[in-house]
């Protein structure tokens, strides 16, 4: 099986390490959770490199929870529920949406179910459908017990066109219904660095992680904050990269160009997996490693 590009960004010397090497890093405690932030999924190339090849990725790295943001995995915008029921089968725990949630209606019934794996931001007003933030079972091993693991997402304000309230406020009153769950990951898909950053300093210490996503370009300011909280403006995405973020390339220039209406349909090419890896400490529920993922197909 060929493992494409498995690059990482090691944190404990501060320096960069780019690698080929498709072994995994031991982790940073033999009890740790290791956890992996997939970036937004696109469309169907997107959906069939985390689905052909996340059951042996989740093996090979040692993963005990996965995240995907998959906001935009039917045709580059929303999520059906046959897209939802093929990710979980495939591996992901979780999958969190962003402000192209409710583009497919058909997904309204599983948002609404009594125990989803799928979550919308949690700024949306109350009224609408599905819930901001749920807490699941990480299975335990032979180091330690299973751990529960809250995941919440929100939207962003800047330059985002959607009714959504404050993120820090409510995050502030969504934290202060788990007291005791430790292990916290956020998904904060917002299109201002500068909010992003906002975000990840604001809650510094109080969760495990604040993962980026929205702008389907990764951020090479992966770090791990004073306070324990592993931080990426944005993780990237999951799609193919020869594109202008997951379109195709000579439609989108052509728009810009001269103005014409353009369908700006999913590309195909150099497909990869961009997503953050993280081993979380489970009793005080901060961050101790994290690495940037990068995954392709084609060995290169």
């Given amino acids: 099986m060929g493992y494409a590009r498995f690059v990482r960004i090691l944190e404990t010397l501060g320096t960069v390490k780019k690698t080929k090497n498709t072994e995994a890093a031991p982790k940073a405690k033999e009890d740790a959770l290791r956890a992996l932030m997939i970036g937004d999924v696109v ?112 939207l962003g304000r800047i330059f985002i066109q959607q009714p959504v309230d404050n993120p820090l406020t409510t995050a502030e009153k969504l934290l202060a219904r788990i007291p005791d769950v430790r292990v916290r990951l956020l998904d904060f898909h917002a299109e201002a660095t500068s909010e992003s950053q906002i975000m990840g300093r604001f809650l510094d210490g109080k969760v495990s992680a604040v993962f980026g996503t929205h702008t389907h370009v990764a951020t090479a300011d992966e770090t791990i904050l004073p306070g324990g909280t592993a931080y990426q403006t944005d993780v990237g995405m999951t799609g193919p990269f020869e594109s202008i973020i997951g379109r195709r390339i000579e439609n989108v220039v052509d728009n810009f160009r001269t103005g014409r209406p353009s369908n700006f349909d999913v590309a195909d090419k150099d497909v990869r997996i961009n997503g953050a890896l993280v081993d979380i400490d489970p009793m005080s529920g901060k961050t101790i490693r994290m690495e940037r993922f990068v995954f392709a197909e084609d060995g290169e």
């Fill in 43 to 154: 469309g169907k190339p997107g959906r069939m490199i985390v689905t052909r090849f996340l059951p042996e990725i989740r093996a090979r790295y040692g993963i005990d929870f996965v995240v995907a943001n998959a906001e935009n995995a039917a045709g580059g915008s929303g999520i059906t529920p046959e897209i939802h029921n093929a990710l979980l089968r495939a591996g992901v725990d979780c999958i969190t949406l962003g402000d192209h949630a409710f583009r497919a209606k058909s997904i309204f019934p599983i948002l609404n179910a009594k125990a989803p794996r799928i979550i919308r931001p949690a700024n949306f007003p109350s009224e609408a459908p599905g819930y901001g933030m749920i807490v699941l079972d990480a299975p335990g091993n032979d180091k330690r017990p299973s751990i529960k693991v809250a995941v919440f997402t929100m």
